[in-house]
DNA sequence: TGTTCATTTCGATAATCTTAGAAATATGGA
DNA sequence: TCCATATTTCTAAGATTATCGAAATGAACA
């Protein structure tokens, strides 16, 4: 049987995906990474203005780059961060949206309130 | 300073629902939970469906509630889940694209291609 | 080549999450 | 009340994650 959903992403992507975004301290420094747009900072300034420094950083910003969020360049002496949620955070509804419920209720018919 | 996005949701409670959701076990369990639709299983169903059951599934259903991406009647003597993951997709997409995103791009403007 | 700046790896500790068995609680029925 | 069923709480072990300081690596420049 293929459990293989239509938005492309496997149940065990969309888990590390979604485990990368539940995390308070890398949530804000995704933030921060969005809100400074597609030129990006580079990690010491993405650290200083998330509050997050050195290891710790580079821990949190391994993971969000494996999950696709982040995109990494190296800029001179430097590495450049920047966001790339749009797609992943599609996909990740998609994952839910349409893999998930396949079978019982048409996307589009929800509503929010 | 107010951080309170217009999705309605705080970056604490984002986190949590990301969290939530970032466990294929717990994903296991709401794909099951939404493809049955509406009507919903009962917990000991919903066990033997998706592989999980007693003090687990319990745990991982407490998770799934406090995010809000499950609901739980009690019917006699068995309790029914059911899934809330529409609202709480839409309202946590919302979040990375409203709120991270508001200083520096529109939301609707992002193609998935 | 040697120096400096930016980031990562290493190593260790604390904290949190996962899983599960056994006992406890709650509901419905005889 | 007593029994059977459904789910939860308690307790504890094992696994994973988070955090940080110090040393190491990589890139640019004199």
Redesign the interface.
């Known amino acids: 049987m293929d459990l293989t959903p239509a938005c492309g992403l496997s149940?065990?992507e969309?888990?590390?995906?979604?485990?990368?975004?539940?995390?308070?301290q890398?949530?804000?420094v995704?933030?921060v990474l969005?809100?400074?747009?597609?030129p990006g900072l580079s990690i010491g300034a993405l650290g200083a203005a998330a509050g997050v420094t050195g290891s710790t950083l580079t821990h949190h910003l391994r993971i969000l780059t494996q999950a696709g969020l982040v995109q990494q360049t190296r800029q001179g002496r430097s590495i450049i961060c920047a966001?790339a949620?749009?797609?992943r955070?599609?996909a990740?509804?998609g994952y839910?949206?349409t893999?998930?419920?396949?079978?019982?209720?048409t996307p589009g018919e929800?509503d929010?309130g």
């Open positions: 149940i065990e969309a888990a590390s995906t979604f485990a990368a975004l539940g995390s308070e890398r949530l804000g995704l933030r969005v809100r400074a747009g597609p966001a949620a749009f797609d955070v599609q990740l509804s839910l949206l893999e998930c419920c396949a079978d019982c209720a929800h929010h």
